[in-house]
């Protein structure tokens, strides 16, 4: 296994478009870094090239110690999953397993050894003499995992590779690859534009937006210390709610809405420096209470049950809210529920830039 290292890694298309506009981490041996952003965002352009597929405009990268920038994808040791899967539909399980090997010139013997020991860790071995055709769309992701996995490669590169499954399979799936990872020891890149998979999966996770890097680190470092305001609406869910408004004392801390509505906001402000400034106050619905007193009064509108929590949508005169609450008495869509911002939890951002302010 080995390490990878992003230099200021930039794509700018033919046409002048730029994919990755300057990309500099790196990823540890054995790591299992997780890529997120919104389509669009440069996430595959990123991982291709790593991947050797697609050329680097600027920068340098690096697999273990070798610069690989001009170095062709076969010489790379790396095995990519793709999102469609990419097997042979005329060639049995075995045969799209050994395929890869095949043209690498390893003899039969060992060819053989290889596909068995991957067919066992997958779980695949009842199935090697199907055609893909003949397979459910979990098993044909198992063995379009199971080709990546007998190649031993340095580095695992995975272009969302649960997204052609339903719900229920992407989180055993999920499941599964975290394990494969553990037991391989492996280095890992998965990519994906889905945020619950980006959090339970990555051990780091890497936050994209327009080819910008927006922030790395810790899943729930992510959750709990955003950076600026993309990311902390990205990740979450349902995701963070956001107040526009000024900044005002009146005993204590409020945020004046621009509809003319106040929020107050208790006492746990940084300094006084803040008063009068315009600010996005960011606050996940978990942390939206409801208050005896000295709260506010949002207009509930959809209430929605799912067992252990109570998702409630509101309204707060123009702004959307959605608070998160335990299971218990519902509140009546129309009624007015008084709520308080668990202030401790209080995110602040500049209002122009979304950058994270102090606190
Ligand atoms: N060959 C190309 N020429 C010009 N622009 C391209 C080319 N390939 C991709 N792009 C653009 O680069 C940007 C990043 O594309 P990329 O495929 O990396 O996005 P992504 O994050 O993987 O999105 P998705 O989640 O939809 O797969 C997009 O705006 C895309 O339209
Ligand atoms: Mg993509």
Redesign the pocket.
Known sequence: MARVELDGVRKV???G?V??AGASFSIADGELLVLV??????????L?MIAGLESISAGTLRIGERVVNDIAPRDRDIAMVFQSYALYPHMSVADNLAFGLKLRGHDRASVDARVREAAKTLELDALLDRKPGQLSGGQRQRVALGRALVRNPQVFLL??PLSNLDAKLRMSMRVEIARLHRQLGATMVY?T?DQIEAMTLGQRIVV?DR?EIQQIDTPMALYERPANLFVATFLGSPAMNVLRGRLVRAGGWALALEDGNRVPLGDALPDAAMEGRDVAIGIRPEHLQRADGGGFAPVVEVVEPVGSDVFVNLRHGAVPLIARLPPGDLPEPGSVLPLRLATRHLHLFDAQSGTRLAG
């Open positions: 298309y033919p046409n478009h994919g990755v952003g919104p389509s669009g965002c440069g996430k595959s352009t990123l291709r272009d969302e990519v534009h994209l080819g």
